[in-house]
C-alpha cells in the first residue's frame, strides 16, 4: 500500500488512460476528403474508431488472408484464423466467399466513398447500395436502411487511411455524424481489387458512443463480481486465471494472499470506466485486496479482461 494510506487510483502508472483510435484531424472542406490517401505503416488497425473491430476483422481476412473474397478456391478456415483476426459477433461471417464480382463504381477510391457517403445522407438506398462489394451487400444494406431510416447524417472525421492486400487495396475512414439527431461515429472501408479489377464499398459501421460506453462499463463490472466470487470460494485456479500475463509485481502474490486469509469479502468503492476497473475487496478484519483490471497491455491478442495490479492491506 503506497505511503499515503491511499490505494492507488483507477488510471494506469502516468495518470492517463491508455488512448484507443488515433486523433482526427480536419479533414479537408466539409463533405470532400481534400488529400492524397495516408499509407498506414501499421495496418488496418492504425487509426480505426472504437466500436469498428468487426469491420476491421472483416477487412483484415477478407482482404488479406489468401483466398479469402479473391475466390481462392483452395483457402480454408485456417487461412483466415491465421491473419489474426477472426470475425466478431455481430460482423460479417468468415464463411462470405464471392459469388461475382461487384463492377468498379469508380477508380478513385475517395469518390467512391463521398458518393457513397453522399447517397446515404440524402436517403438513395440504391445508388449507396450500386456501389457495394457483391460479397458484403447484405450486410451493408441493413446499415444503410438503419442510417437512412433514423436520418443520419455523416462526414469524413479522419485521414484516409490505405493498406496493401493480396490483390489490390483497402481504405479507411473515421466517420461522425448523427443517427435520431444523437451523435454517432463510424467507419467506412472500399476495396480495390486489381483482378478482376473493381473498386467498391468493403465496409459500413456506425457506433453510438453512449451505448458503447455503457457495455464497455458493463464488462468491467461482470469482471469484478466474477473475481469476486472466486475469492469468496476461494478458487485459487479460477483467480490465476484471470491475471494477465505479465501482471505488475506483487500482484499475484496479493492475490493468493488474499484467498489465504479466508472468510466473506464484500465489494466497495467500485471504478469502472470503457478503458479499465478498481474495486477493493474488504472482510470481516478489514484486511483489503484492491484490484485493477483492464485489457492485457503484454498480449494484444488476448480475448477478455485481466487483474493487471493488486495490493493488499492488513486491517488492525
Known amino acids: 500500500m503506497p505511503p499515503s494510506g491511499q490505494f492507488p487510483s483507477g488510471t494506469p502508472h502516468g495518470g492517463q488512460h ?5 486523433p482526427q484531424p480536419p479533414f479537408g472542406q466539409p463533405g470532400g476528403f481534400g488529400q492524397t490517401p ?11 474508431g472504437v466500436g469498428a473491430l468487426a469491420l476491421v476483422a472483416f477487412l483484415v481476412t477478407g482482404l488479406v488472408a489468401p ?12 487461412d483466415a484464423a491465421a491473419a489474426g483476426a477472426p470475425p466478431q459477433p455481430g460482423g460479417p461471417s468468415s464463411a462470405m466467399v464471392p459469388t461475382q464480382a461487384a463492377p468498379a463504381s469508380d477508380t478513385d477510391p475517395t469518390s467512391v466513398l463521398t458518393n457513397f457517403l453522399e447517397a446515404v445522407n440524402t436517403g438513395d438506398s440504391t445508388t449507396a447500395m450500386g456501389m457495394v462489394c457483391e460479397e458484403v451487400r447484405s450486410d451493408i444494406q441493413a446499415t444503410v436502411d438503419t442510417v437512412i431510416a433514423s436520418s443520419g447524417q455523416f ?5 484516409l487511411l490505405e493498406q496493401p492486400t493480396q490483390d489490390g487495396t483497402a481504405y479507411l475512414l473515421d466517420l461522425e455524424g448523427t443517427s435520431n439527431n444523437k451523435p454517432v461515429t463510424g467507419l467506412l472501408a472500399a476495396a480495390q481489387f486489381n483482378d478482376p479489377p473493381r473498386l467498391c464499398v468493403a465496409g459500413f459501421s456506425i457506433l453510438d458512443p453512449e451505448a458503447w460506453e455503457q457495455e464497455a462499463k458493463a ?3 461482470q469482471f469484478l463480481e466474477k473475481f469476486h466470487d472466486a475469492l469468496n470460494s476461494g478458487d485459487s485456479n479460477t483467480l490465476t486465471g484471470m491475471m494477465c500475463s505479465q501482471p505488475d509485481e506483487g500482484a499475484a502474490e496479493a492475490v493468493q494472499e488474499a484467498v489465504s486469509l479466508g472468510g466473506e469479502f464484500r465489494m466497495e468503492n467500485t471504478e469502472v470506466d470503457a478503458i479499465s476497473g478498481n474495486t477493493e475487496f474488504v472482510n470481516s478484519n478489514d484486511d483489503t485486496l484492491w ?17 493487471l495490479r493488486a495490493q493488499i492491506d492488513y486491517g488492525d
Open 155 to 159: 462526414s469524413p472525421a479522419g485521414e
Open 67 to 78: 483466398g479469402f473474397l479473391l475466390g481462392d478456391d483452395e483457402a480454408t478456415s485456417d
Open 291 to 307: 484490484i485493477f483490471v483492464q485489457r492485457d497491455p503484454a498480449d494484444p491478442d488476448a480475448e477478455g479482461l485481466c487483474v
Open 38 to 48: 495516408k499509407k498506414s505503416k501499421t495496418g488496418l488497425v492504425v487509426g480505426v
Open 219 to 221: 464488462e468491467k463490472t
Open 18 to 22: 491508455p488512448q484507443y483510435g488515433h
